[in-house]
């Protein structure tokens, strides 16, 4: 029987999520690069962009402007599946803005630790 959350595999993938936001925020592109799964099966579909491959996104990354990445997490939810599945689900809120961001990523445990498999970014305007 697949074990939802077991404490464990729940904490590290806490962990995992935590690094990833905290580098997001401080435009931290090494590690950013680093939790993101190596393979060109990789995915990441932003507001305005469809990234294909881990090098399309770490160039994304690099690119991307490191101003105004500030933001407050709402409703977050994260769910393990057995040992070594995982997905991260997050809404969040910038200072000032007029919209409503949601964030969704896929966490899977490789030799290297946690890394996002696919991750989907998308706004909305705020009720």
Do not use: C
Not at 4 to 29: G, H, K, M, Q, S
Not at 37 to 45: A, F, P, Q
Not at 98 to 125: D, I, Y
């Amino acid at each position: 029987m697949l074990e939802i959350n077991r404490p464990e595999v729940l904490a590290e993938v806490t962990d995992a999520f935590e690094r990833y936001e905290t580098a997001l925020i401080n435009n931290d592109v090494e590690v950013l690069d680093e939790l993101f799964w190596n393979s060109k099966h990789t995915l990441r579909y932003g507001v305005s962009e469809n990234l294909y491959g881990y090098a399309a996104i770490a160039a994304f990354r690099a690119s991307r402007p490191s101003q105004g990445l500030q933001r407050e997490l709402v409703n977050t939810t994260l769910t393990t599946y057995g040992h070594d599945f995982a997905t991260a689900n997050t809404e969040f809120l910038r200072n000032g803005g007029a919209v409503h961001g949601r964030q969704s990523q896929t966490w899977m445990r490789t030799s290297e630790g946690w890394r996002v498999v696919a991750a989907h970014v998308s706004l909305m305007p705020k009720a």
